[in-house]
């Protein structure tokens, strides 16, 4: 059974980084398109960002782009969102959600296989 499963939040200070990692087991990478999504309690789950080969595309939200990076390891199959300049406002439970080969949706429920979350927290 394919499975994508997230690791690497924690704790960080306001301009601080973080890296997580989605583990994706099951999938080819170069067929299936990640997805990272956030959710903060009382709002609607948002789409950050997602990385396909098949399409050789990464697209960022807005409320993220030039402050995250999201890519793929090719030894391995994990896909990273790298988030620098944390501010307190991306404290967050972050999931991450593989379809194939496209990244034209943004539900999180539109996606084949979804991870539990990690949380993030950014605070002095």
């Known amino acids: 059974q394919p499975q994508v499963v997230e690791s690497g939040g924690g704790l960080a200070q306001p301009g601080g980084s973080l890296r997580l990692s989605c583990a994706v087991s099951?999938?080819?990478?170069?067929?299936?398109?990640i997805a990272w999504f956030r959710q903060v309690p009382g709002k609607e789950r948002e789409r950050v960002s997602c990385?396909?080969?098949?399409?050789?595309?990464?697209s960022y939200s807005d409320s993220v782009k030039d402050r995250f990076t999201s890519y793929r390891d090719n030894a391995e199959p994990t896909v990273y969102l790298q988030a620098s300049s944390l501010k307190p406002e991306d404290t967050a439970i972050y999931y991450c959600?593989?379809?194939?080969?496209?990244?034209?949706?943004?539900?999180?429920?539109?996606?084949?296989?979804r991870g539990q979350g990690t949380q993030v927290t950014v605070s002095l």
């Open positions: 959600a593989a379809r194939f080969r496209r990244c034209d949706l943004f539900s999180f429920d539109a996606y084949d296989y």
């Open positions: 099951g999938l080819n990478l170069d067929y299936w398109a």
């Open positions: 990385i396909s080969t098949a399409e050789s595309s990464t």
